[in-house]
């Protein structure tokens, strides 16, 4: 460990924090709305992408269901919504906590497994919860439902100005990496990676290592379940394509993307990530070709180079400028 | 009494389509030991070129051949091309590099053949209803799977517990250093492996293509369902996956079509009208809990791992 901050990477991720903090000035500046709204879709998303690599980058448990916790904290929130309970403060922590308790039920399962079977299993129950909405006739099943009012919180923050909206993401998106750092350096956090490389061995030190796994991704289901609710209120819409597994896929490429088992990688990952898929929508036409209207072309075989040659994500390239 | 064969017809129908596309993919994990979500794009390929070769040849069993053989010539040049750069990586990779490769088949697909989706029409022969029990009428094409399906599963259990590839499969899969020191040819194995699992997958989507609308992303819910499959027959092992496909194939078509009004006979009718769709999609991820609390492993363990 070096002594010194002051390196590529910790210089890249202020920079980025100080875009991110000034990005609504920005936009105002030029008077684009979109900037802002796309902005705030990233950092709601990189949010549920730190949730996603406190289990996965540091757990070892690789979660392919993690936008169940999107689609039942805003399902939760869209629901209280609909049926006339308007106020945050009875919404948000129910759908914290209707979240936490599908993760409690699915990591008990899942945790029964290792390796491609946790993989499927998470996946399987993700996509029962994408069923379960689409059949949910009364809030809108296949098609989705508008929510007409955001979460009230008595006055004091109005959720439907859209800058200060922004700014409750930032700090969240911040208090998250924060409960993350704090996590993985305590005592819980070591077990937890020491359960990551050698399970038998915390085991054998006396760790319940199954308890301590499922405390992390319970944990994890409820911060996700958190930008869930941000992403509700964001979109003021609530659809089943939202837990979508494709989307679950998405957040895992965020994680790795930016670089997993570091605590701020996935916002990093979030911003590259996003930013790519705007930016390939608007490839322009090139010898009769639309690229634009197919930026999977370009963006899948570039997953497939970033698993097969980076793996450390943006972060281990930034990370890895200074030692070379 | 009636519309429960037909449900339970309907049920086996769905087990066989599943047996298909998680034989491939229960193989190439057992043997190269590697996660292929790109399984189920193999299985829209399959159904794009048996709609398009039907319509140039004319004939649904010409396109059907041609587009079974394209299948499995796209499934090995995969396999040169990116799949092998992946063995012996985290599973993890595997997930990342294989995603990556579905969003790229959803959009050359979609450049290719237009986002619209096509029809193959049935063959006129097919598509009669015949009689299987007295007072019993059940569509010829749908009886066509089945049995095609149980020839297919006789051939690859024959081929690879019976010839001498088969039996390369086999050893390979339980140690590949050994195998490639005796002087095989692993790496074409590997690509035949491959190349025979994207065919699987390829005859699901040509034989399937008939009865659905072949469209961008059709492999991409139903690989889920094999995937269930998968984990309750025991990765690895084709005769678990033989035994869960049927099993969740008829559970869910059973539960899909009696769960409803089940459920309203018990509890009022509206309440039963509302939860009984939401019960019945949740039928098989219960069925693969249950399976799992008591052998995590799957039914049938695949008995090297």
Not at chain 1, 76 to 105: H, N, R
Not at chain 1, 139 to 162: A, C, H, P, Q, V
Not at chain 1, 298 to 320: E, F, S
Not at chain 2, 122 to 134: C, N, R
């Amino acid at each position: 460990m070096s002594k010194s901050w002051f390196t590529p990477r910790n210089v890249f991720v202020a920079a980025l924090l100080v875009v991110l903090a000034l990005l609504p000035v920005y936009s105002s500046m030029i008077g684009n709305a979109f900037l802002l709204s796309l902005f705030t879709r990233i950092l709601i998303l990189g949010m549920a992408a730190v949730s996603l690599n406190l289990i996965m980058g540091f757990g070892g448990m690789v979660s392919f269901g993690h936008a169940a916790y999107l689609g039942i904290g805003g399902y939760a929130f869209g629901i209280l919504a609909k049926e006339g309970i308007t106020t945050g403060f009875i919404q948000w922590p129910v759908a914290i906590i209707v979240c936490g308790l599908f993760a409690l039920v699915v990591g008990a399962l899942c945790l029964r497994t290792r390796g491609v079977y946790f993989i499927m299993i998470t996946l399987a129950f993700a996509q029962m919860a994408y069923y379960i909405a689409i059949a949910l006739d009364r809030y809108g099943g296949d098609d989705g439902m508008t929510i007409y009012k955001r979460s009230e919180f008595g006055g004091f923050i109005n959720l439907s100005n859209k800058t200060l909206f922004y700014y409750l993401c930032f700090a969240l998106l911040l208090a998250a990496v924060y409960l993350v750092w704090r996590l993985v350096n305590s005592r819980f956090g070591m077990v937890i990676q020491g359960a990551r490389s050698n399970e038998r061995r915390m085991g054998a030190i006396g760790f319940p290592t199954f308890r301590y796994k499922l405390t992390c991704f319970v944990i994890s289901g409820m911060l996700c379940g958190l930008s869930g609710v941000l992403l509700a209120n964001h979109t003021d819409f609530i659809n089943p394509s939202v837990m979508s597994w494709i989307r679950s896929g998405d957040l895992m490429v965020m994680a790795v993307l930016g670089g997993m088992g570091t605590v701020f990688g996935p916002v990093i990952g979030a911003v590259a990530f996003l930013l790519l898929e705007e930016g390939l929508s608007r490839l322009p036409e090139i010898g009769g070709v639309h690229l634009g209207e197919f930026p999977g072309l370009i963006l899948g075989p570039m997953l497939l180079a970033v698993a097969l040659y980076a793996r450390g994500g943006i972060d281990g390239i930034l990370t890895g400028l200074r030692r070379g | 009494m009636l519309y429960f064969i037909e449900q339970c017809l309907n049920g086996i129908q769905l087990g066989m389509l599943l047996f298909l596309l998680a034989a491939g993919l229960t193989l190439i994990f057992g043997i190269m030991d590697l996660v292929n979500l790109a399984h189920g794009s193999l299985y829209m390929i399959g159904a794009y070129f048996a709609a398009t070769f039907a319509a140039w040849t004319g004939s649904f069993v010409a396109g059907a051949a041609l587009a079974l053989v394209a299948t499995l010539l796209v499934g090995m040049a995969l396999e040169v091309l990116t799949i092998r750069k992946l063995y012996g990586r985290d599973h993890l990779d595997h997930v990342l590099g294989t995603f990556g490769l579905i969003l790229f088949f959803n959009d050359a697909v979609r450049w290719i053949w237009g986002p619209a989706g096509m029809t193959l029409p049935l063959p006129s022969e097919m598509l009669t209803a015949v009689q299987v029990l007295p007072g019993v009428y059940y569509p010829a094409y749908r009886l066509v799977i089945i049995v095609a399906t149980l020839v297919v599963a006789f051939l690859l259990y024959i081929l690879v517990m019976r010839t001498r590839v088969g039996m390369l499969i086999r050893a390979g899969a339980s140690n590949r250093e050994m195998v490639g020191a005796l002087g095989v040819n692993i790496k074409l194995l590997y690509t035949l492996v491959f190349g025979l699992g994207a065919a699987l997958a390829g005859f699901a989507g040509l034989m399937q293509a008939p009865i659905l609308t072949v469209q961008i992303g059709m492999g991409e819910n139903i690989l889920i369902l094999a995937f269930v499959v998968i984990i309750i027959g025991g990765i690895g092992s084709i005769r678990g996956a033989f035994v869960a496909a049927i099993i969740v194939g008829l559970i869910d078509t059973i539960g899909r079509a009696f769960l409803p009004d089940l459920m309203r006979t018990f509890v009022s009718y509206s309440a039963g009208s509302s939860a009984g769709p939401a019960l019945s999609s949740m039928i098989i991820y219960l069925l693969m809990a249950v399976v799992l609390v008591f052998r995590p492993e799957g039914l049938f363990p695949a008995a090297r791992r």
